[in-house]
C-alpha cells in the first residue's frame, strides 16, 4: 500500500545543514527527497518502490541513535493515511527507483549498502560508474535478491565495518549466489572506518574496485 504523496509536505522547507556539513551536496539530498521533522528533530527519507510510488519514510536523528525508524500509521496526522497502512522493509530496496532509470547509462556493477546515508553518499561520489541501493537492515530478504537479479550485474555488498555487519555481508553475497548472481562482500575498508559513508571520496573511489 503506497502512501500519499501529500506527507512528504510535512518534512520540507526545514533546514538540512547538519547534512550539508557532512558533505552531502544539495544535489543528492533534493535527488532522493530528504526532509527534515521538525518535531522528532530527525532528518526524514522517502522510501519509493521500483516503480517509484512512496511506500514509506524513515526518520533518523541526527546523531544516529536510535538508528533508521519507519514511520508507522500514528506518526502522521489523523486521516492523512489508510488506517491499514503497513511498512514491508523487506520487500524494497533504497534507490532502486533511481537506478532504474540509469541502466543504460552506467555500466558498472551494481553496489549494496546498507542504509540510506551510505547509499546517498557512494551515488554522490561513484554514481557515475556504479549502480547504488541500499537495503534497510543487514539481512537480505528473498524480495531485495529477487529485485537484484534483476538488474543482471555483479553485485558488491558494501556493509558496515563491524563484525556482525561483515558476516552478514557475506551471507548476502552467498544468498545472490544461490540465486545465479555474481556477487561478492567487501571487505578492504580501513578498520578504523566505521561504515561507508565515513570514507572520503578517495577512500571510496579505491574501496570498489574498477575492473569488477
Known amino acids: 500500500m503506497a502512501l500519499p504523496e501529500a506527507v512528504l509536505e510535512l518534512f520540507r522547507g526545514w533546514t538540512l545543514d547538519g547534512l550539508l556539513e557532512m558533505g552531502f551536496s544539495q544535489e543528492t539530498l533534493n535527488l532522493y527527497e530528504v526532509g527534515y521533522d521538525h518535531w522528532l528533530k530527525a532528518w526524514t527519507y522517502p522510501m519509493r518502490d521500483q516503480d517509484g510510488r512512496l ?7 541526527p546523531n544516529g541513535d536510535p538508528k533508521y525508524l519507519p514511520y508507522g500509521v500514528r506518526d502522521f496526522p489523523e486521516g492523512l493515511v489508510h488506517p491499514d497502512y503497513a511498512f514491508h522493509k523487506s520487500q524494497h530496496l533504497y534507490g532502486l527507483h533511481l537506478e532504474l532509470q540509469r541502466t543504460r547509462d552506467v555500466r558498472g556493477p551494481v553496489v549494496l549498502v546498507e542504509g540510506q546515508k551510505a547509499c546517498m553518499w557512494t551515488r554522490q561520489h561513484l554514481g557515475y560508474r556504479v549502480l547504488v541501493v541500499a537495503d534497510l537492515g543487514t539481512s537480505l530478504g ?29 551471507s548476502a553475497a552467498e544468498q545472490l549466489r544461490s540465486r545465479g548472481v555474481l ?12 561504515q561507508p559513508d565515513d570514507l572520503t571520496p578517495e577512500q571510496l573511489e579505491e574501496t570498489i574496485p574498477w575492473d569488477s
Not at 153 to 167: E, H, S
Not at 183 to 194: C, G
Open 55 to 61: 511506500v514509506g519514510i524513515y526518520r533518523r536523528m
Open 142 to 170: 528473498q524480495r531485495q535478491a529477487e529485485l537484484l537479479g534483476w538488474l543482471g550485474r555483479m553485485v558488491l555488498v558494501l556493509y558496515d565495518n563491524q563484525p556482525r555487519a561483515q558476516r552478514q555481508a557475506q
Open 183 to 194: 556477487a561478492k562482500a567487501i571487505h578492504t575498508y580501513a578498520a578504523d572506518v566505521p
